[in-house]
């Protein structure tokens, strides 16, 4: 998958963690700073492998630690609409 | 992942992060309500589309996450949708305060692609009588109910806002029916501010104090009976730090209420330069801090109800002494929260319990 920020998202950071505003609910959640470094990989042309790489380098963990923590985040937002696929949101 | 945003607030406090940000698109505006505080519906004086996108720009870098589209009447800016989509293309949540008449088909559409974080509408009665009156423009009650209906097919969150004035207090029942009808929460503020060029003129349609009671008892402003908790050094509200307004000529205000003096002007320099070099910014935060302090000092009701020192500083020329309509509605909502401690008391006593602390209460 190659995710994109939602278009019902709006999103900010307040001291290198990102608060992110769900505008079909209203409701707001605030990550971490890792979950901030993965938010801030989603361009809409880098895709989880490439995405996980990074987080591989900037957090000094194994690929296989890095693409399972990487998906499994990725997952959780798709699952609460924040991301979409790139792939789906240009057909 | 966590609920973060009263934490964020609170780092983007400490760091004078504009979190909320307000841009008064234009002072024009198609009503002529007779309690407004913008005395300049005429005026067509405003920042171009590519101004405020370089604003926006700019708000971006600043770290705001919220953008409020005001006015006057924000869809008078002949570039209105233009400014919103650029703001939601540059991931604001975006807030627009309107009086939804103009609000057709098209317009509808385009505010539903946007989306809105919130489309807020004002309404001044439930009535088109009473309403009418209010805006001085026969028709707008009709004109606004038909703009709603058209956000409210489209799936667009929209709240009903309503100053409760003189004009329109006695149909406090019937616009709590109408926002029932048209399946939207209802804020009614109790608030009527002076206007913006010092006039006090508006405040005599300022509601009685009966109704305020009203308002503030059935949680019918922003929600359970407002409070506030102080502690000394803090601040009393975001001005300086996690607010910021800009008007229709570029002005840029510590906050939308607080027009004593400009941090500068968007035109002449750089908005990221004005507001983190700006005394004036400065002065605004360090005065919410000195107003924190005085109120915890003076005590009593005035200290636990929410405060605007800019309508203080309006009526009565000092933000640290409190204005009249301030004053009323803190003693109300003191007398209110003592009543609900009595009755909560009764009712623990009764179940054998250990009566909630007077926190505890307000928190829930």
């Known amino acids: 998958m190659t995710p994109k920020i939602g278009p019902n998202v709006a999103w900010q950071i307040v001291d290198g963690e990102a608060i992110i505003v769900d505008l079909a609910s209203g409701s707001t959640i605030g990550l971490n700073p890792a979950g901030t470094f993965v938010w801030s990989q989603i361009d809409g042309s880098r895709d989880d492998d490439a995405i996980a790489g990074a987080v591989a380098a900037e957090f000094d963990v194994s690929p296989e630690i890095a693409a399972s923590d990487t998906r499994e985040f990725l997952q959780s937002m798709h699952a609460r609409a924040l991301l979409v696929d790139a792939a789906e949101a240009r057909t | 992942m966590s609920d973060g945003s009263y934490r964020s607030k609170l780092r983007a406090l400490q760091l004078a992060q504009p979190l909320t940000v307000q841009l008064e698109l234009t002072y024009a505006c198609n009503w ?10 005429f005026d067509r004086t405003r920042l171009s589309g590519d101004e405020w996108i370089a604003v926006l720009d700019e708000l971006r870098a600043l770290g705001t996450l919220t953008v409020a589209l005001t006015g006057g009447e924000p869809l008078a800016h002949p570039e209105f949708f233009r400014i919103a989509e650029a703001a939601r293309v540059r991931a604001f949540a975006l807030r627009i305060f309107t009086n939804a008449s103009l609000i057709d088909d098209e317009a509808a559409d385009r505010i539903a692609a946007l989306p809105p974080l919130c489309v807020e509408v ?4 439930a009535t088109a009588a009473v309403h009418d009156a209010a805006t001085k423009r026969e028709g707008s009650f009709d004109a606004a109910l038909a703009g709603i209906e058209r956000l409210n097919a489209r799936g667009v969150a929209v709240l009903m806002k309503t100053p409760i004035t003189s004009l329109n207090e006695h149909e406090i029942d019937e616009m709590i029916a109408l926002a029932e009808r048209l399946d939207l929460p209802l804020q ?42 102080r502690t000394k050094g803090g601040a009393n509200c975001g001005i300086g730090r996690l607010t910021l307004a800009i008007d229709a000529e570029g002005n840029v205000f510590p906050c939308m209420q607080w027009r ?7 035109r002449d320099s750089a908005l990221r330069e004005l507001w ?11 005065m919410s801090v000195t ?20 309508l203080a500083m309006q009526e009565t020329g000092d933000p ?13 909502a003191a007398e209110l929260r003592e009543a609900a401690n009595v009755g909560a008391a009764a009712s623990a006593a009764q179940a054998g319990e250990a009566p909630a602390s007077t926190v505890s209460t307000l928190n829930t």
């Open chain 2, 32 to 41: 002529r309500c007779v309690f407004c505080y913008n005395p300049r519906h």
């Open chain 2, 260 to 266: 004593v003096k400009p941090i500068g002007n968007v």
């Open chain 2, 276 to 286: 983190h070099a700006s005394d004036v910014r400065r002065e605004a935060a360090e």
């Open chain 2, 122 to 125: 004002s309404i001044h009665g």
């Open chain 2, 320 to 332: 640290t002494v409190p204005d009249r309509a301030f004053r009323i509605r803190a003693e109300i």
């Open chain 2, 188 to 229: 009614i503020d109790p608030h009527i501010t002076p206007r913006d060029d010092g006039s006090l003129e508006p405040l005599q349609y300022a509601a009685s104090p009966a109704a305020v009671r009203r308002v503030i008892d059935a949680g019918l402003g922003s929600g359970s009976i407002p409070s506030t908790e």
């Open chain 2, 291 to 310: 107003v924190n302090d005085a109120l915890l000092e003076a005590g009593g009701a005035i200290a636990t109800y929410p405060f605007c020192p800019a």
